[in-house]
């Protein structure tokens, strides 16, 4: 049974920073896009970063890019967020993703839908 699980959210003062681990089960992370999103209630869902199938890329919102890193670790079958210099702007619970790369090359974080399997949840709090 395929299963993702998010860690590593917590409570953090701004510019504080938090690395989030998406682990995946019953298949290898490796082989697919892998986005992460995140939720504030009352605002919509963001996207936030996707790593490609085979690392062939990586993506970034506007919002996030220079303070957050994605990456992968292979052997651990694990898809890492780094965030740095956090804001309480960042404050949502953060959802791993994944989804085929099948008809698309390399991963979009602003196709929310077309990912399938879905993480629980992990909530970053920034506040002082």
């Known amino acids: 049974q395929r299963q993702l699980v998010e860690s590593g959210g917590g409570l953090v003062q701004p510019g504080g920073s938090l690395r989030l681990s998406c682990e995946a089960s019953?298949?290898?992370?490796?082989?697919?896009?892998v986005g992460w999103f995140r939720h504030y209630p009352g605002k919509e869902q963001e996207g936030v970063s996707c790593?490609?199938?085979?690392?062939?890329?990586?993506d970034y919102a506007a919002s996030v890019k220079g303070r957050f890193t994605i990456s992968r670790d292979k052997e651990k079958n694990l898809v890492y967020l780094q965030m740095n210099n956090l804001e309480p702007e960042d404050t949502a619970v953060y959802y791993c993703?994944?989804?085929?790369?099948?008809?698309?090359?390399?991963?979009?974080?602003?196709?929310?839908?077309?990912?399938?399997?879905w993480g629980q949840g992990t909530q970053v709090t920034v506040s002082s």
């Open positions: 790593v490609s199938a085979g690392d062939r890329s990586k």
């Open positions: 019953g298949f290898r992370l490796e082989e697919y896009h």
């Open positions: 993703a994944t989804r085929s790369p099948l008809g698309r090359y390399f991963c979009s974080i602003s196709e929310s839908r077309s990912y399938n399997y």
